[in-house]
Each structure stands twice: as structure tokens, then as C-alpha cells.
């Protein structure tokens, strides 16, 4: 395996831990080694980094498995995740999940990335449906087109929403983003 093989998207194995690459540029100067210049994400901090790869490098690309998850509670900072097929159990810190306990009610169905049998990560859903648990209400006459408040929803998260949103209002929000997509019919 060498640079050219390497991917948007791939997994790689590298100094002992799991990389998602995130952006790729393969470049090719006369006479020299080819250079695979990335951004790498660590799937065990989700740190960001740039890396440059050549082929004397020792990486080796990995496939995860895909396996479906369902979210089932949080207690004092470690969030419990059981695998649906195996009824198997899998713990991750809150600082594991980063941002993405916002978006986690209970029985969720996510997906869990797998590596030799190992749990690796959660992958959310594109989008998940919160209901506003406090807003302001909206001032009466203020018709400004694209006008937003803050509204806290029942997970803790904090998001700008339409100022027609009220509370106990459902919401869907992109989890890839954190905003405010469209309001759900309760």
C-alpha cells in the first residue's frame, strides 16, 4: 500500500492508533518520493491535525466495521451504548463523545465503529429530533426575515431558532452542524 492508495474518508492505522483522513492532496514533484499531504482526525481524542505521508511511511489502511447501536443512559460522565444484534454493552467518556452527547436521548439509534472487535466511535444520525425546553417568546411585530433567539433543548444544547419557536416546540437539528433545521409536528 502505498500514498496513491490513500483517501477522503479512509481509516488508517498509524503510530499505533485509528485516523480518519479528512482532506487528501496527492502531489508528485520531478524526481522525488510521491507526497500524500492530509488532515488527519484521531478517533480516540478527536484532535486535528496536519500530517504528510510517503511511501516509507509505516501506515496501513483499515476498514471498520459498521454495527447498529442504541443509546441507553449517561451516568455521572460515561455514556452506556448497547449493540442491538449481540445485546453487548460499550461505555464511552463524556470527553470520548465530545459534542455529540448533546444530541443523545434515550434509545437513539446510532451507528458504533468497530475495529478488530474493539469499539472505536458513534456515529450520530444526520439529524436528531429535540424538543425546546426554554426560549424566549417571540416579540410581536418583529417580522425580520431570518431573526433568531437562543433555545435551550432537553439534551442541554443550546441552538439559534426561528423567532416563531415556542417552548415544548420538537425541533430537528444537524448534528454535523448544531442548527436548527426545521420544526417538527409535536
Not at 19 to 38: D, F, G
Not at 112 to 122: H, N
Amino acid at each position: 500500500m502505498g500514498v496513491s492508495d490513500l483517501g477522503r474518508g479512509m481509516t488508517i492505522e498509524w503510530n499505533g492508533e485509528l485516523y480518519l483522513i479528512e482532506e487528501y492532496a496527492h502531489m508528485k514533484k520531478a524526481q522525488r518520493r510521491p507526497v500524500a499531504q492530509t488532515k488527519l482526525r484521531s478517533l480516540k481524542t478527536d484532535r486535528i491535525f496536519f500530517q504528510n505521508f510517503t511511501d516509507v511511511d509505516p501506515f496501513k489502511i483499515v476498514r471498520l466495521e459498521e454495527r447498529p447501536l442504541q443509546y441507553l443512559y449517561s451516568s455521572s460522565e460515561v455514556y452506556y451504548f448497547m449493540e442491538t444484534q449481540t445485546y453487548d454493552q460499550f461505555s464511552l467518556t463524556a470527553d470520548q463523545l465530545g459534542d455529540l452527547r448533546h444530541y443523545l436521548k434515550e434509545n437513539i439509534e446510532l451507528l458504533g465503529l468497530f475495529y478488530e472487535d474493539r469499539f472505536v466511535k458513534v456515529e450520530p444520525p444526520l439529524s436528531v429530533k429535540l424538543r425546546v425546553v426554554r426560549t424566549d417568546p417571540g416579540v410581536r411585530g418583529d417580522t425580520v426575515s431570518g431573526a433568531e433567539k437562543p433555545a435551550t433543548l432537553e439534551t442541554g444544547l443550546e441552538i439559534k431558532v426561528p423567532l416563531f419557536i415556542k417552548e415544548g416546540d420538537v425541533v430537528k437539528v444537524d448534528t454535523r452542524s448544531g442548527h436548527y433545521i426545521e420544526r417538527m409536528s409535536n
